[in-house]
Nanobody, 118 residues
Framework: QVQLVESGGGLVQAGGSLRLSCAAS????????MGWHRQAPGKQRELVAA?????STKHADFVKGRFTITRDKNTVFLQMNSLKPEDTAIYYCAAGSSGNNQYRWGFWGQGTQVSVSS
């Protein structure tokens, strides 16, 4: 059973930066796909960025040029720069697999709050 533990959330002013981390445990194998999702109050959860074990990345259009996903083995990071109030949400780490341009997320972290003040 894969377990994911996120850290790095917090409160920051608009224009500031935060770095989220997510460490996976419970497996000796490389997790094929890891990613970050977010959910704001009253909105659906949405994919922010994903990265495969081969290093292929995908960033949502609304974060391109501001956020960068990276990973070191089974730890994934999300560097968030130029934060905007609309980035305020709970950010969830996820682990799973990918293929045919689709991701399949089987494991989720507990979430970490990111709040951006104007």
């Amino acid at each position: 059973q894969v377990q994911l533990v996120e850290s790095g959330g917090g409160l920051v002013q608009a224009g500031g930066s935060l770095r989220l981390s997510c460490a996976a445990s419970g497996t000796a194998f490389s997790i094929h796909a890891m990613g970050w999702h977010r959910q704001a109050p009253g909105k659906q959860r949405e994919l922010v960025a994903a990265i495969t074990s081969g290093g292929s990345t995908k960033h949502a259009d609304f974060v391109k040029g501001r956020f960068t996903i990276t990973r070191d083995k089974n730890t994934v990071f999300l560097q968030m720069n130029s934060l905007k109030p609309e980035d305020t949400a709970i950010y969830y780490c996820a682990a799973g697999s990918s293929g045919n341009n689709q991701y399949r997320w089987g494991f989720w972290g507990q979430g970490t709050q990111v709040s951006v003040s104007s």
